[in-house]
């Protein structure tokens, strides 16, 4: 079965650039989660997105940005990067209107040099 | 608010031996409950969710949990563990009113199988 695809895998970007994380969903899936997981950490909710309107707000920097396109799937970006910023960035997809199944990409490695 | 507990941040059990990870959740509406498991340098896979209904629920690889509502719990156990379940698992919450789905999780456990 098709599952939930990040691009790219590993990312490597030094200080103050920016960085573009894709996620495409499973087939049908009209709604798209994003989370951080910091090392040894769990993961946290950044932002989410239902037929292409955001749905709701974690606790994502204001030096990142999101979107759901017309094809469902769902950008990242994330400038002025930090250390800090340095984690694994999952995306979820699901089937919305309270349907509350959760498929978890493979995520996205970002390491910030 | 919801938050999860994960009473256990390490446990350690030898191969075969039975093992449960606790898990604890507060919420003031009614949730839906999922347990994931992450293995080393990988992503979350889905082990089982509570939605409503039988209160014990069986998931993959073997693993069940049981949603107890007095005690606001949702342990996982498995009877009989194998090396390949070393890994980290996560407990995770969602609440189904006021149209946020999103997953609130706990610090996680991580299962070391010992042969």
């Known amino acids: 079965a098709a599952g939930v695809i990040q691009s790219p895998r590993h990312l490597i970007k030094e200080k103050r650039e920016t960085a573009t994380l894709k996620c495409y969903p499973i087939?049908?899936?009209?709604?798209v989660y994003w989370y951080q997981q910091g090392p040894g950490q769990d993961p946290q909710f950044l932002i989410s997105?239902?037929?292409?309107?955001?749905?709701d707000k974690g606790s994502i920097p204001d030096r990142f940005s999101a979107q759901q396109f017309s094809d469902y799937h769902s950008e990242l970006n994330m400038s002025s990067l930090e250390l800090g910023d340095s984690a694994l960035y999952f995306c979820?997809?699901?089937?919305?209107?309270?349907?509350?199944?959760?498929?978890f990409g493979p995520g996205t490695r970002l390491t910030v040099l | 608010a919801q938050s999860v507990t994960q009473l256990d941040s390490q446990v350690p059990v030898f191969e075969e031996a039975p093992v449960e990870l606790r898990c604890n959740y507060s919420?003031?509406?009614?949730?839906?409950l999922f347990w994931y498991v992450q293995y080393p340098n990988q992503g979350l896979q889905l082990l089982l969710k509570?939605?409503?209904?039988?209160?014990l629920v069986k998931g993959i690889n073997g693993f069940e949990a049981e949603f107890n509502k007095s005690q606001t719990s949702f342990h996982l156990r498995k009877p009989s563990v194998h090396i390949s379940d070393t890994a980290e698992y996560f407990c995770?919450?969602?609440?189904?009113?006021?149209?946020?789905?999103?997953?609130?999780f706990g610090k996680g456990t991580k299962l070391t199988v010992n042969p």
């Open positions: 979820a997809s699901s089937l919305g209107g309270g349907r509350p199944g959760r498929y």
């Open positions: 995770a919450v969602s609440d189904h009113q006021g149209g946020s789905e999103k997953l609130v």
């Open positions: 087939p049908r899936h009209d709604t």
């Open positions: 919420s003031s509406v009614s949730v839906y």
């Open positions: 509570y939605l409503s209904g039988s209160t």
């Open positions: 997105f239902y037929e292409k309107m955001q749905s």
